[in-house]
């Protein structure tokens, strides 16, 4: 065998060898990607396809503008951006030298009423006392004419004389009946009422109460705790009824806006679970809470320039739609957001029972910090009525000031509360 024959057998003898690892390389790569094949199709099928995901999510939640109800001029601020404060604080308060003054104007004018009303009632006891008067003068006047009559005959009085007597008579009967037109005129503005529930004094009294909610005005009270911002109130800044002085956020109370494609919320229900990581802390802090509306529009209809196909130059574009989420707030309290993070929200979509719409509970938002506002100018008309509408006969239900002195279903709690100062 020449010397190129024996190279040829030597180099062709490991071929065998090389073409077998080769092949056990390639079954073993065809393995794995089979097992991984499965595993995903197993994944898939018993967990991928149940959850919906998106990192196209923020957290939002209420920003509570505070804003004056009346004009004035700005004396002092209370609060600054990043601020905590608490229900009911007085964040900015105005000039309250206005206002002041027609509080003491309406007040006045009710006092001054109440004494006029106060007269009406004593007015029907003077009419009864002049009634009782002129029947007095007629029952007498008759008795001149009746013995002026009976001694006509004998000549002792003359026809003169019983003539003035008659006139005496048809004058003490006009004056009689002039008398009860009076009490009868009096008595329509006092017939089934009392000092407090005349209708003078109840329109008196509703200016008043007018004057004191807008005196009350001038401080401006925090209707919700949580943090100032957007603070731009400034001492001497003259306001207008309306003027957006700062907002609070309550952080207590805020949710998830997580805009999902379209093609992702077919099996999404309201109710669902859903599992939410934030930026801010990492993965390692997850929050949990629950699908609980859906909004009525995508967000590209509800924006300032919604796309249009004006030009005729259609393209399809993958519309989204917010989903709101309701946070646990233990979890909340214990790791606080802030609105406009960003956050990572995986909706468990395995039980789609149910529909998407119609069965978000309604939710309440409501303050009582302004409630006591009525309760106290109640207390100061029923102050001032119950001081000027004195005490003694006629006065006809004094006794009831202090409830009449409120609106018809409203009770004053009492009726000597301190003047406003």
Same mark, same amino acid.
């Given at each position: 065998m020449s010397d190129p024959q024996q190279n040829a057998v030597a180099a062709a003898a490991p071929a065998p060898k090389s073409n077998g690892k080769r092949r056990r390389l390639m079954t073993l790569v065809a393995l794995v990607i089979i097992?991984?094949?499965?595993?995903?199709?197993?994944?898939?099928?018993?967990?991928?396809?149940?959850?919906?995901?998106?990192?196209?999510?923020?957290?939002?939640?209420?920003?509570?503008?505070?804003?004056?109800?009346?004009?004035?001029?700005?004396?002092?601020?209370?609060a600054d951006d990043t601020q905590t404060v608490k229900i009911g604080d007085p964040l900015v308060a105005l000039d309250p030298a206005d206002s002041k003054v027609a509080l003491d104007s309406a007040e006045a004018n009710l006092a001054q009423t109440v004494r006029q009303v106060r007269t009406y009632f004593v007015n029907n006891g003077q009419y009864e006392a002049q009634i009782a008067l002129c029947r007095s003068d007629l029952? %007498?006047?008759?008795?001149?004419?009746? %013995?002026?009559?009976?001694?006509?005959?004998?000549?002792?009085?003359?026809?003169?004389?019983?003539?003035?007597?008659?006139?005496?008579?048809?004058?003490?009967?006009?004056?009689?009946?002039?008398?009860e037109q009076e009490?009868?005129?009096? %008595?329509?503005?006092?017939?089934?009422?009392?000092?407090?529930?005349? *209708?003078?004094?109840?329109?008196?009294?509703?200016?008043?109460?007018?004057?004191?909610?807008?005196?009350?005005?001038?401080?401006? *009270?925090? *209707?919700?705790?949580?943090?100032?911002?957007? %603070?731009?109130?400034?001492?001497?800044?003259?306001?207008?009824p309306g003027n957006p002085l700062m907002a609070i956020v309550p952080l207590n109370g805020v949710w998830v806006d997580a805009n999902f494609k379209e093609v992702q919320l077919k099996h999404m229900r309201i109710g669902q679970p859903v599992e939410l990581t934030a930026d801010l802390y990492g993965s390692?802090?997850?929050?949990?809470?629950?699908?609980?509306?859906?909004?009525a529009g995508t967000g590209s209809a509800f924006s300032l320039l919604p796309a249009q196909n004006a030009t005729g130059n259609w393209i399809k574009v993958v519309q989204r739609l917010p989903v709101r989420i309701q946070l646990d707030p233990k979890e909340l309290e214990q790791y606080p957001l802030r609105i406009g993070l960003s956050m990572d929200v995986d909706v468990t979509i395995k039980n789609d029972n149910g529909a998407q719409l119609g069965q978000a509970a309604n939710t309440v938002y409501q303050t009582n910090v302004f409630d006591n506002y009525g309760a106290q100018a109640d207390q100061e008309i029923a102050?001032?009525?119950?001081?000027?509408?004195?005490?003694?006969?006629?006065?006809?239900?004094?006794?009831?000031?202090?409830?009449?002195?409120?609106?018809?279903?409203?009770?004053?709690?009492?009726?000597?509360?301190?003047?406003?100062?």
């Open positions: 097992i991984a094949a499965i595993a995903y199709g197993l994944y898939y099928f018993l967990i991928a396809r149940f959850h919906e995901s998106t990192d196209d999510a923020y957290v939002n939640g209420n920003i509570v503008q505070i804003t004056p109800q009346v004009a004035g001029t700005v004396i002092s601020v209370n029952s %007498r006047a008759q008795n001149d004419l009746k %013995r002026r009559m009976q001694v006509a005959q004998t000549g002792a009085v003359s026809q003169e004389e019983i003539s003035h007597a008659r006139d005496a008579v048809r004058g003490a009967q006009a004056a009689l009946d002039a008398a009490l009868a005129s009096n %008595r329509s503005l006092t017939a089934n009422t009392s000092i407090a529930e005349h *209708p003078n004094v109840l329109a008196a009294a509703a200016k008043v109460r007018d004057s004191y909610i807008n005196y009350t005005r001038n401080t401006l *009270p925090a *209707p919700v705790t949580g943090y100032v911002a957007k %603070r731009s109130a400034q001492v001497g800044q003259r306001v207008a390692s802090v997850k929050y949990h809470g629950k699908v609980i509306g859906f909004s102050r001032i009525i119950q001081q000027n509408e004195g005490s003694g006969p006629g006065t006809q239900g004094a006794a009831s000031t202090t409830s009449a002195a409120a609106p018809r279903g409203k009770t004053v709690k009492s009726a000597s509360a301190t003047k406003l100062m």
